[in-house]
């Protein structure tokens, strides 16, 4: 049904009810009992606006209301931290904060959605061969095997051994120099922001598992073949670029002003955050050190200088959360807003999108079900928002 065939419905309908009420009311008009029924009725039917009503329908009214978009999660690299850009894709590289994944990510390329995926099985993130052995190898002498041929892979890849004794998984690049391990595992990772491993790859790797066997005299296990890598490494290059999304919120003086950057300092201070990484202002996780969310200065590289920050003069702020890489990422953003409602309310500034439009509560709450949905949608994959898998993969 279309909207024209609606609204002459609507009135035929309108008409009809009114017909049949005023046949009604001639009849029991009189009778005391329904005066005053029918007398709030009448008043109610006449301050009905029926008329804003047709409006809303009409498809004028509907594009003004598609135009007031709630505001969204944005993708990393479409982050946008000198301002002049609102939002448009590729148009400036991330921030490298300590929340940020690498720089450089692809803006704009495409992907088959993953959303089909939920509820399958969980991601594979490395490719991995295992070197059992009955005779312990020190850690000096698999690290030189791994170490000679691992140059020719581009992706994170790790040497992992079971302690004899101890039987305690180790990664041996941070393992104490006199520890002697059983097992080995050398792995893989088959994805990340940058893009998915492909065959080239894997056969360099397997190449390296075969020279690490044959060295080390060790039998060789691999978790699977090539061919079932290549469609495991493309799911997670999917699900890397689908949720690899931040929460933007911007702090605004009013127009034709800037911020003091010593009134900045000392806000950001009481706040809680400290210049670290890049530059930048963080909040960090006090039982971790890790960064919860940070905030740049609105400027090409994000980051501030000191004398901007004791006598300078500042453009705007950029609070952003990198929210697949933080342990429950909702309840950090309900942390975010409080330090920015705080921080511009110290400075005498507004909260406003990337896009430049003033955030309300309700849309600060709407961003804040994004986040809960996206939280819940990781787990559904095996990935748990802040975990290690997570960091390594954004």
């Known amino acids: 049904m279309n909207l024209q065939l609606a609204l002459i419905l609507l009135g035929v309908a309108t008409f009809i009810a009114i017909v049949a009420f005023s046949i009604w009311q001639s009849r029991y008009l009189e009778t005391p009992l329904l005066r005053r029924p029918l007398e709030w009725i009448q008043s109610a039917v006449a301050r009905f606006p029926v008329a804003g009503v047709i409006s809303r329908l009409r498809p004028q009214g509907l594009a003004q209301r598609v135009k007031q978009k709630e505001p969204s999660l944005v993708a990393s690299a479409q982050l946008d931290l000198s301002g002049e850009a609102h939002g448009e894709q590729g148009s400036a590289e991330r921030a490298d904060g300590p929340d940020a994944g690498p720089r450089g990510r692809r803006a704009g390329a495409s992907a088959p959605s ?5 509820g399958g099985q969980p991601l594979k993130i490395d490719y991995w061969a295992r070197l059992p052995g009955t005779t312990p190898v020190s850690r000096d002498a698999a690290l030189a095997v791994f170490r000679e041929h691992e140059i020719d892979l581009r992706r994170a890849r790790t040497l992992h051994g079971r302690t004899e004794p101890g039987n305690a998984w180790l990664d041996l690049a941070t393992a104490p120099a006199d520890e002697v391990f059983s097992d080995l595992i050398v792995s893989l990772q088959m994805a990340d922001l940058n893009g998915a491993v492909n065959e080239s790859e894997l056969t360099r790797f397997n190449n390296l598992a075969y020279y690490m066997s044959e060295t080390l005299n060790r039998p060789l296990q691999f978790d699977m073949t090539i061919e079932d890598a290549l469609p495991q490494a493309a799911r997670l290059e999917r699900f890397c670029r689908e949720f690899d999304l931040l929460a933007v919120i911007n702090i605004e003086p009013a127009p034709g002003a800037g911020f003091s950057g010593s009134d900045v ?26 960064g919860r969310f940070s905030l740049a200065n609105r400027s090409d590289t994000g980051s501030f200088s000191y004398d901007e920050l004791e006598s300078g003069m500042l453009r705007g702020l950029v609070l952003f959360l990198n929210v697949p890489t933080v342990p429950r990422p909702s309840q950090t953003f309900s942390d975010l807003v409080s330090v920015a409602t705080y921080v511009s309310t110290q400075v005498d500034g507004s909260l406003v999108d990337p896009e430049g439009t003033l955030l309300t509560e309700t849309q600060l709450d709407g961003i804040g079900r994004q986040i809960r949905s996206l939280e819940s949608s990781m787990k559904r994959y095996g990935i748990e928002p802040g975990s290690e898998e997570a960091r390594r993969l954004f």
């Open 114 to 118: 993953l959303h089909a995926e939920i």
């Open 265 to 290: 300092a000392r806000a950001l201070d009481q706040a809680g955050m400290r210049l670290g990484k890049d530059d930048m202002f963080h909040l960090y996780d006090p039982r971790t050190g890790v």
